[in-house]
């Protein structure tokens, strides 16, 4: 296992999602590496939207080509504004300039990690997170972010968050890694397979989707639900109170 010292920096985490636009712009299988993304797309929308008494204003935060907010945007049938945060311009550049098309609220860009970028506080209703804070690092890391999110949400807000995600014991944590390298070998063959667990080992610090939901808890939100598991991925999300 990789140490946490010797893990991907941001600038070449960066560089390699700058270089992969095009697989992060299709809306109807999101990224095929994720188990079950499509539907995960659709249960967070849809609980965004179940959970979320009025959406005006959403933070989607490493936002990619922007998949989940023009999801979020057709289920919802109106407008709102959009914060899109992502390390990557030219993942910013395609996911603004394919919101636009459905999406006539107001649009800002954040070029920025999102630990240190200066989002407004108590501005949001709906944060939506697909797949990124897995690059997340240690336990202070995690519970700072998490933090962040419940500081940004206004109250009533919710957070949705689909992802990859470990396990609490070994064994399963083993089983569910040995399930999902099966499907990467099905979707792409074995050099494929191994290209990913290369790219999650260098880049990636998942944590177990039980440890995020007590986390929701610790930092104050007060309420939690777990949408969907399958391996190596989990959607699930919270509302502030």
Known sequence: MTNQNDKSTIDEIRERFDNDVERFSVLETGQSATIDAPLAMDLITQAAIAATPAITRVLD???????????????????????????????????????????????????????????PENSYDVILAAAVLHHLRDDADWTSAFKKIHRLLRPGGSVWITDLVSHEIADVHRLMWSRYGEYLSELGGNEYREKVFEYIEKEDSPRPVTYQLDLFHEVGFASVELLHKNSCFAAFGAIKS
Not at 76 to 103: H, I, V
């Open 61 to 119: 935060i490493g936002c990619g080509a922007g998949n989940n907010t023009i999801k979020l945007r057709r289920a919802l049938g109106t407008d709102f504004d959009a914060d899109l945060l992502d390390l990557s311009a030219p993942m910013l550049t395609r996911a603004e300039q394919r919101l636009r098309a459905d999406n006539h609220g107001e649009i800002r860009l954040w070029h920025d990690d999102f630990r240190t970028a200066d989002l």
